[in-house]
């Protein structure tokens, strides 16, 4: 019985992950084509300009994000072969 509930546990830290890198990033990824269609449609003023700067920023965290993931993948690799010692190598 300890087994399973510790299990149960940790569950709800790998459903975490998932819904913020599975559904989370694509879906922010989405808002930030939606925003930027607005500015293309021809928006004005500071719509347009509010537009950009969300789509830009929802760009940023994508962007942010895949590199962190690809740095933490890399950081065995990194460290052994080249001397840098990223994320907790």
């Given at each position: ?7 149960l ?24 084509i ?11 003023g ?44």
């Open positions: 019985m300890h087994t399973l509930l510790h299990n546990s940790d569950l709800w830290r790998v459903v975490l992950a998932a819904l913020i890198f599975g559904a989370g990033l694509p879906t922010v990824f989405a808002v930030g939606r925003f930027r269609s607005q500015v293309d449609d021809g928006a004005t500071a719509t347009r300009t509010a537009a950009l700067a969300a789509s830009l920023l929802c760009f940023a965290v994508v962007m942010i994000a895949v590199v962190a993931g690809v740095l933490f993948i890399a950081r065995g690799f990194l460290a052994s072969r080249l001397g840098i010692h990223l994320l907790g190598a």
